[in-house]
């Protein structure tokens, strides 16, 4: 990024704080778009896992086949009470209050997988229809991000990890750096470092790519002409699951992404990702 | 006629303001309205015109040996159709059931189920997806509904085939389904007597059931009886194409 990176201005102040241009409109633009699309694709999702809220392995699934994952509401024999249960292979797990079952507003509990309040949709019908018009933006969205990002020579430039950065004392002290929970400053703060690096390559080239690929195994007209899609994700119930378990690894990336903003400077970070600017920290005085 | 002028920032604020409200009740509020209909259409049709452009060579889609057939296939809608005259139908092992053609045809047709039966048949061991998650594989074996219509020959405005089922899933609503022309002539699209090998079940749609295989369960109409080629799709119960169609549900159902 260093090298194309325009100095928008240099701070006259001894602080010497240096402002950059960071992102690209594109990225800018594709990146808030993407912020829609994995918000509404993942609340409606889960409405439409709350519709049948068990996960199988192979081609077919139906109540009575064993499940990779199932949550379920039910009333205790003994107590009456309703307890949630989230069912991981053989195992059992009370869950009351966050899966199975949970409380509305007004303390009433509500059997349901997923809370109604981070689902969209209000039936089946309507999840579907947004779940398909944010997944057709989505993939617009992203096959313009992938074009120019490899035409202009972003994910090269930014992404891809220099061969200093993969030097084993360089990725430990990147670890070590990140578990001090120490941000980049001067020359360091203007590129990813190896772990960012790797986590977006992650996001961008195998989750992202394989929330699609996953979806589409799931439509009947799709696999109709790439019946292939069946032999590479283990059938259609295994799609499912494992679209599931990426969309769980997504969320898991967001809140990361998001506790990483928080503790390096929200203004400067969201200010980059709305502007384009970015202030660099600078080197401390040794 | 008022002219609104909105600014960027009012709209901001009001789309924030919006959004905001929308959070504390699960969104739903916001996004039911029937104001983003025309958006979620537009969606759909998206969905449609690039299946037809990606399927336009008309593939087959997966056929499963009889080893892959799942222990169980749970049946979608109506198990058993609660009237008198399905009873009937039942209890004489479908001697009086006939398969009418008619509407936009050349020749109406009345088929008895022997009759049917002794067509040109097909057999396939396909997967069957309901649009709640779960699926299923089983083994069909029917005519071909290219069969049926080239026996009634088509008048060239038909457009769609829609069939009319015995079972009521809601009281005075009879079930019906509807596909294009795309999808009738499609190899695998069928009208199935047999199923895993046998006669097919009451719960699956005794005597005869649609298999779509390149869309979802509720396409797959089961207690056929009539099959009608029509126009257009407006004048026909609900006008939206189907039982769940009219009910909100996604007339193309391949995804």
């Known amino acids: 990024m260093s090298e194309r990176a325009a100095i928008m201005a240099v701070g006259a102040t001894p602080a010497r704080r240096e402002i950059i241009y960071r992102h690209s409109v594109l990225v800018r633009v594709t990146h808030w778009v993407n912020v829609l699309c994995l918000a509404m694709l993942l609340m409606s999702g889960l409405k439409l896992f709350n519709i049948h809220p068990a996960l199988y392995w192979g081609n077919y699934g139906y109540p009575g086949v064993p499940t990779v994952l199932a949550i379920d509401g039910m009333l205790d024999q003994e107590t009456g009470q309703p307890v949630g249960i989230t069912r991981i292979g053989d195992h059992n797990f009370i869950t009351t209050g966050i899966l199975g079952v949970t409380y509305d507003s007004d303390g009433r509990p509500r059997r349901g997988a997923f809370p109604l309040w981070a689902t969209l949709g209000s039936g089946l019908a309507l999840a579907r229809d947004w779940h398909f018009l944010m997944a057709w933006l989505f993939v617009i969205n992203g096959t313009i991000y992938l074009l120019a990002g490899l035409i202009s020579g972003h994910f090269r430039r930014d992404l891809a990890p220099a061969a200093a950065q993969l030097a084993p004392r360089h990725i430990l002290s990147d670890i070590w750096n990140h578990l001090r929970l120490r941000r980049a400053r001067g020359e360091a703060a203007k590129s990813y470092n190896l772990l960012q690096k790797l986590t977006y390559l992650v996001v961008i080239f195998v989750l992202l790519p394989g929330m699609v690929l996953t979806g589409l195994t799931m439509s009947p007209a799709v696999t109709a002409l790439f019946p292939f899609l069946f032999d590479l994700f283990g059938g259609r119930q295994s799609a499912r699951t494992i679209h599931f378990i990426t969309a769980n690894l997504l969320v898991i990336f967001v809140m990361v992404h998001i506790v990483e903003v928080m503790l390096s400077g929200v203004i400067n970070l969201m200010r980059s990702m709305i502007t384009g600017r970015y202030a660099i920290r600078p080197e401390r005085a040794s | ?255």
């Open chain 2, 1 to 255: 006629m008022s002219r609104i002028i909105i600014s960027r920032r009012g709209l901001l604020v009001a789309g924030a303001a919006s959004i905001g409200s929308a959070m504390l009740t699960g969104c739903d509020p916001l996004f039911d309205e029937a104001s983003m209909r025309p958006l979620l259409d537009f969606g759909q049709l998206m969905s449609l015109r690039a299946h037809r452009l990606l399927l336009a060579a008309q593939p087959l889609v997966r056929e499963y040996t009889l080893a892959d057939i799942s222990p169980d296939f749970p049946p979608n809608g109506t198990e058993r159709p609660d009237s008198d005259s399905y009873f009937d139908l039942v209890s004489s092992q479908f001697a009086d059931w006939r398969l009418k053609v008619d509407g936009m045809v050349n020749r109406e047709l009345s088929l008895s189920l022997d009759s049917i039966k002794q067509l040109p048949s097909r057999t396939q061991v396909t997967q069957h997806s309901c649009d709640e998650g779960w699926s299923a594989i089983g083994q069909w074996t029917g005519v071909p509904l290219a069969h049926l219509l080239q026996m009634a020959g088509l008048a060239p405005q038909a457009r769609y085939i829609v069939f009319h089922c015995l079972d009521e899933l809601e009281e005075g609503s009879f079930y019906y389904e509807s596909i294009d022309l795309f999808d009738a002539f499609h190899p695998q699209t069928i009208l199935a007597y047999g199923m895993n090998g046998e006669a097919l079940p009451v719960q699956h749609g005794a005597p005869l059931r649609l298999r779509v295989e390149r869309q979802i369960g509720y396409k797959n109409a089961k207690y056929v009886t009539r099959i009608e080629a029509v126009d257009a799709l407006g004048p026909i119960a609900g006008g939206k194409g189907g039982f769940w169609e009219d009910r909100g549900y996604q007339w193309y159902a391949g995804l």
